[in-house]
T-cell receptor, first 113, second 111 residues
Framework: DAMVIQNPRYQVTQFGKPVTLSCSQT?????MYWYQQKSSQAPKLLFH???????NEADTPDNFQSRRPNTSFCFLDIRSPGLGDAAMYLC????????????FGPGTRLTVL | SQELEQSPQSLIVQEGKNLTINCTSS?????LYWYKQKYGEGLIFLMM???GGEEKSHEKITAKLDEKKQQSSLHITASQPSHAGIYLC???????????WGLGTSLAVNP
């Protein structure tokens, strides 16, 4: 089945220790999104890629970076995680710029000690 | 900027009861998406509505977009424990490939 896969499902890191979250998709979609979701809150868009074109949200901290080496993979790098970065990180894809239906992965729960 | 308000924030119903969740937009909706999220998991797409007056159904879940395209409702008939989760509405945020999200409605269904 075509899908969006996120690894790991659970990630524990130490305060200030860099961490990378991974997302892959078999849907061959052009657009990939990274969201941060905290408890009882709506998903907050961090950035998205339209093909290789990177689009950062204005309020995304510099601590968050992303890479998309090819169509299938996208990475979220948190350079120096703080306690406030503990959250669920969701990766999503959409077919192209005209379709707003987004397909989500299961998420990675990040804990910062 | 456009905002989506969902009501109620949370809901507890007895199995077999019907329920309705609303999503109200501060601006005209050009595309409205309903998603379901189980605790600790990603979002699952339920339905998309685009036309005023449009109504779609999937199993026991029906979603409508009102004629004025500023409110959508999600109706669950004869609720089951499997319907429990958080229901989120998302709106087409304009020509920028992004969705604007409501805060979600948490649904619990007691057996």
């Amino acid at each position: 089945d075509a899908m969006v896969i996120q690894n790991p499902r659970y990630q524990v890191t130490q305060f200030g220790k860099p961490v990378t979250l991974s997302c892959s998709q078999t849907l061959n979609h052009n657009v990939m999104y990274w969201y941060q979701q905290k408890s009882s809150q709506a998903p907050k868009l961090l950035f998205h890629y339209y093909d290789k074109d990177f689009n950062n949200e204005a309020d995304t901290p510099d601590n968050f970076q992303s890479r998309r080496p090819n169509t299938s993979f996208c990475f979220l790098d948190i350079r120096s995680p703080g306690l406030g970065d503990a959250a669920m990180y969701l990766c999503a894809t959409s077919r192209d710029g005209t379709s707003y239906e987004q397909f989500f992965g299961p998420g990675t729960r990040l804990t910062v000690l | 900027s456009q905002e989506l308000e969902q009501s109620p924030q949370s809901l507890i119903v007895q199995e077999g009861k019907n329920l309705t969740i609303n999503c109200t937009s501060s601006k005209t909706l050009y595309g409205l998406y309903w998603y379901k999220q189980k605790y600790g998991e990603g979002l699952i797409f339920l339905m998309m509505l685009q036309k005023g007056g449009e109504e779609k159904s999937h199993e026991k879940i029906t979603a409508k977009l009102d004629e004025k395209k500023q409110q959508s409702s999600l109706h669950i008939t004869a609720s089951q424990p499997s319907h429990a989760g958080i229901y989120l509405c998302g709106a087409d945020g304009g020509n920028n490939r992004k969705l604007i999200w409501g805060l979600g409605t948490s649904l619990a269904v007691n057996p």
